[in-house]
């Protein structure tokens, strides 16, 4: 969707947090949401970027926008992410609006030097978001909850196509993930849903993390994990040589393997679901992920 087919309401309010008429917009493509992402230009000189979607669009995305706007005001000012500048919420528009940042997504596959100038931000952002600038926001064994759980559920209710490695290994992964539990307490504000197209890097090398309506309080190495594996899924990169890269080291590598497992099973699990409203690219994602977190699973001795 974009700028121009918001309600004339909606780009009323925007206005007036920007101070200026909206005068150009570029829609930025990616994601899985159905609503606004654009980069928009004032007649004042200045740009802004908004993320704008409605409760009959999809309901579960205005809810993650309310809760990022509340994450976003709580950002200490040396963060390396966007600031928020302001937020719109009519009840039907939820509306956020940050400050431009004029940057790119990491290379795919992940090459250097974004991949360290990536993992540098990252210890970056643990130092600034501990303790847990937010109040209230979920912990990470509930944020976890679901993929903890993943192959449970695979157990309970097998696809007729399930790989019979994975048949065979049902209790052994449903351990394992269980196994995660007991290591993910923490005082840092975690983004819990690190990919490179939450990543923006500057021309200068200084990175910029988006899109947190996922946080949670949790240990300091949980985002530089999750990237980790994205790193992995999208190749050229062995996992086990980046579990010893920057603030990721600081685990307990018996629960890096165990978050790792788990979040195989979730998203295998979640592909098996319908779609979610104008998300058709959501399960074939989880998807690809879940296959390339097996071939490393494949390799563990605790497998094999």
């Known amino acids: ?69 509340r994450i976003g005001a709580a950002f200490p000012l040396d963060a390396p992410v966007p600031h928020l500048l302001g937020h719109h919420d009519d009840g039907t528009w939820v509306v956020l609006i940050f400050e431009d940042v004029d940057g790119r997504h990491p290379t795919l596959p992940w090459q250097e030097p974004d991949l360290t100038q990536v993992l540098e931000a990252l210890e970056v952002l643990a130092d600034r978001l501990t303790p847990c600038p937010v109040a209230e926001v979920p912990d990470a064994l ?29 209790p052994t992964l449903c351990r394992a993930a269980a196994d995660g539990r007991a290591g993910l307490g923490g005082d840092t504000l975690v983004h819990f849903d690190l990919r490179a197209d939450n990543i923006l890097i500057r ?58 497992v788990a979040l195989a099973g979730y998203a295998l699990d979640a592909s098996r679901l319908p779609a979610p409203p104008g998300m058709d690219r959501l399960r074939p994602f989880q998807r690809g992920k879940a296959d390339a977190l097996l071939t490393w699973i494949r390799r563990q001795p605790r497998f094999t």
């Open 1 to 69: 969707m974009r700028w121009t087919e918001l309600p004339q309401t909606v780009k009323e309010a925007i206005e007036q947090v920007l101070g200026s008429p909206v005068v150009a917009g570029v829609s930025q493509p990616g994601g899985f949401s159905n609503g606004v992402a654009e980069r928009v230009h004032t007649a004042a000189g200045d740009a802004a970027f908004l993320k704008a979607i409605s409760t009959q669009m999809n309901p579960g995305a205005a809810a993650l926008n309310r809760t990022e706007a």
């Open 142 to 170: 509930e944020a976890l909850a679901a993929p903890l759980d993943g192959w449970s559920r695979i157990a309970e209710a097998p696809p007729v196509d399930l790989d019979p490695w994975i048949t065979d290994r049902l």
């Open 203 to 260: 021309d200068d090398g200084s990175v910029a993390v988006v899109d947190w309506p996922w946080a949670c309080r949790g240990p300091a190495w949980l985002d530089a994990l999750m990237l980790c594996a994205d790193v992995f899924v999208n190749g050229g990169h062995d996992l086990d040589g980046l579990l010893h890269r920057g603030v990721t080291g600081r685990a307990d590598p018996a629960v890096s393997e165990a978050v790792l």
